[in-house]
C-alpha cells in the first residue's frame, strides 16, 4: 500500500533562512511525486511534480525537489525563504499502475512559519 | 474553463442530516476522488473513482457514500452526519496515463452542529 511520510510537523525560520521540508514514501512500483503549498484560508496550489528524467524539479516560487530513488524520497528546498512563504505543504505520491488505479495519497503536511 | 468546481462552498448541518456534496470538472477526467483535510493530519482519502459507474474505498470512508452516474460529476453523501463529520472537503479530478497530476476543487467547509 502506498503511504506517505512528512517528518517535520511544525517549522519556524526567518526570512532568508534556507529551507528543508522532508518526505519520505512507501510504494514498491513507479510513482508520480508532488508537492502541494496551502496558503492560509486557501485551496492546494501545485508547486512542483516529478513524473520521470531528472531526479532534481524545480517549480513556482524558486522551490526545488530531489527524487532520490534509493532513499524513497522527494525532499522539499528553497535557498531563501520569504515571509510570503509562511503556509502548509503537502507532500503527495500518485502510484503508476500504467493506466490503471492511481491513488493520489497524502502526507500530513508541514506548517512553515517564516518570520520577517 | 472551470476545471473543478464544488458545491456548495459552506454548510452547516444539525447532527443527523443529510446533504450531498458536487464536484463537477469539465476537463474529461476519468479519475476523481474526494479527500477530507482536518488539522494535522493532512489530507484523507475518503472514496475515489476510476471511471462513470465505478467507485471504489479510500482511507477513511465510513459515514460516506458516493457516485459516478456522469463522468463528469463525483458526488459525495452523508446520510446522517456526525459532528466527527466537520471538516473541510476537497475533490479532485485527474486523467488516466502515465504522467498525469490531479487538479482540486476550492473545497467545500462543512460544520456538523
Known amino acids: 500500500a502506498q503511504s506517505v511520510s512528512q517528518h517535520n510537523h511544525h517549522v519556524i525560520l526567518s526570512e532568508a533562512a534556507s529551507l528543508e521540508l522532508g518526505c519520505n514514501y512507501s510504494?514498491?512500483?513507479?510513482?508520480?511525486l508532488f508537492w502541494y503549498v496551502q496558503y492560509p484560508g486557501q485551496h492546494l496550489q501545485l508547486l512542483l511534480k516529478y513524473f520521470s528524467g531528472d531526479p532534481l524539479v524545480k517549480g513556482i516560487k524558486g522551490f526545488e525537489a530531489e527524487f532520490i530513488k534509493s532513499k524513497f524520497s522527494f525532499n522539499l528546498r528553497k535557498p531563501s525563504v520569504q515571509w510570503s512563504d509562511t503556509a502548509e505543504y503537502f507532500c503527495?505520491?500518485?502510484?503508476?499502475?500504467?493506466?490503471?488505479?492511481?491513488?493520489?495519497?497524502f502526507g500530513t503536511g508541514t506548517l512553515l512559519a517564516v518570520q520577517p | 474553463n472551470a476545471g473543478v468546481t464544488q458545491t456548495p462552498k459552506f454548510r452547516v448541518l444539525k447532527t443527523g442530516q443529510s446533504m450531498t456534496l458536487l464536484c463537477a470538472q469539465d476537463m474529461n477526467h476519468e479519475y476523481m476522488y474526494w479527500y477530507r483535510q482536518d488539522p494535522g493530519m493532512g489530507l484523507r482519502l475518503i472514496h475515489y473513482?476510476?471511471?462513470?459507474?465505478?467507485?471504489a474505498k479510500g482511507e477513511v470512508p465510513d459515514g460516506y457514500n458516493v457516485s459516478r452516474l456522469k463522468k463528469q460529476n463525483f458526488l459525495l453523501g452523508l446520510e446522517s452526519a456526525a459532528p466527527s463529520q466537520t471538516s473541510v472537503y476537497f475533490c479532485a479530478s485527474t486523467s488516466r496515463g502515465v504522467n498525469t497530476e490531479a487538479f482540486f476543487g476550492q473545497g467545500t467547509r462543512l460544520t456538523v452542529v
Open positions: 503527495a505520491v500518485m502510484g503508476n499502475y500504467g493506466g490503471a488505479t492511481n491513488k493520489l495519497i
Open positions: 510504494y514498491g512500483g513507479t510513482v508520480n
Open positions: 473513482s476510476v471511471g462513470e459507474g465505478t467507485t
